[in-house]
């Protein structure tokens, strides 16, 4: 059976498709699909026939779940998508991150929102409830939005057991649940408070993105506001892992995504600073640390010719499952980028697109 590579780019102006075969040399585009529309996520998925699922938001017309069943030539809104209660005095401003559940469960599908929320499905995305007690957490009084929003933007699901699961909000924190989301529990120690003025102390905690390690789920990354950190007993306990990656003397590294390939490598943009929020002097340099080493290194500048003062967003950049992986990411210029060989070499693919708000691989079988 025929394998295809299709990388999901979503836009502050619409979805677009990247395609390529195995080999990941060659690609065409397609796009946009929901022009107009925010899709601050995307989600392919072949558990039952090939799905595109987009998180989407528009100033005017508010946040939605869609679906394609053809590779984004038509889509459905989903009429019972996710939504809050009018008594709960919250908003659906945007669908932040959409995840698959756990193997086991082949029919549910997760939803992270703005103001910060989860959501679930457990009829392939048909009908969707809220998590509340998430939403409705003894420290949701001291919850405050970072820069962006108050965002739960990552979903991270234990594969030896379907009831642990991790979620990831700015500027609140790490919360931990053991019984499938019914309860939370705050896992924020070791992780640098930022100061919004937050009274209870387990929260406060500007959160970029975090990755669990393919191979030990006690094990998770961060980029935080405050720098990057490591946890090695799910996420009770938090220290940094800096070494190599800071770019100014007396400041700790500062970015939005880390990604985790399927072998464990860990990669990262790093940015001049909170205040400048793009590359350090116009280089577009990634950076790599293998598993089990302590240090990062910069695997070289993606474009030496030309200079580049762009930033990559938190869920725009990713590796795909394929042998060897590749690794993807998409920038605020609208630029994507492609590396087969651990970012060593790079390749820019076609077309140049409006602001990359996330960057999904998706292996289709044929």
């Not at 899709?39 to 017309?61: E, K, M």
């Not at 820069?147 to 909000?169: E, F, Q, S, Y």
């Not at 210029?333 to 691989?361: F, H, M, T």
Request: proline share 7%; glycine share 12%.
């Amino acid at each position: 059976m025929a394998k295809r590579m299709v990388l999901l780019v979503g836009t502050n102006k619409g979805v677009f498709l990247y395609t390529s075969d195995a080999e990941r040399k060659e690609w065409s585009l397609k796009g946009p699909y929901l022009p107009g529309w925010e899709a601050y996520s995307v989600l392919g998925d072949s558990r039952h026939g090939n799905r595109i699922f987009a998180g989407t938001s528009h100033a005017a017309y508010g946040a939605t779940i869609r679906v394609s069943e053809d590779f984004g030539e038509t889509w459905t809104q989903i009429e019972q998508g996710p939504s809050y209660s009018p008594e709960s005095g919250f908003r659906l401003n945007r669908i932040w991150q959409l995840a698959q559940g756990h193997p086991s469960e082949p029919d549910t599908l997760f939803a992270g929102a703005e103001e910060a929320g989860l959501f679930v499905t457990r009829d392939r995305g048909a009908t969707w409830r809220e998590l509340d007690g998430l939403t409705k957490h003894p420290t949701r009084p001291g919850w405050y939005p970072g820069a962006g929003g108050m965002c739960l933007h990552t979903i991270l699901i234990d594969l030896r057991n379907p009831k642990r699961m991790w979620v990831a909000m700015s500027a609140v924190g790490v919360f931990r649940t053991e019984d499938g989301g019914e309860t939370w529990t705050p896992r924020n120690q070791g992780l640098a408070r930022v100061p919004t003025g937050q009274p209870q102390e387990e929260v406060g905690y500007c959160v970029h993105k975090m990755v669990l390690d393919p191979f030990d789920p006690d094990t998770l990354y961060m980029q935080e506001h405050g720098g990057v950190f490591k946890s090695t007993d799910g996420g009770d306990s938090w220290f940094t892992i800096e070494d190599g990656v800071t770019l100014r003397e007396n400041d700790a590294p500062f970015g939005f995504p880390i990604s985790v390939a399927p072998n464990g490598d860990l990669f990262l943009v790093p940015l001049e600073s909170s205040e400048q929020r793009a590359v350090a002097e116009g280089k577009l340099l990634v950076y790599g640390m293998h598993r089990g080493e302590s240090r990062w290194s910069p695997i070289g500048d993606v474009m030496p010719d030309e200079p580049r003062h762009v930033s990559v967003l938190r869920d725009a950049m990713t590796v795909d499952a394929f042998d060897p992986y590749g690794l993807y990411f998409g920038t605020t210029s609208g630029e994507v980028y492609a590396s087969l060989d651990r970012g060593r070499n790079w390749n820019r693919l076609p077309g140049q697109l409006s602001r990359i708000l996330c960057v999904k691989p998706w292996l289709v079988e044929d």
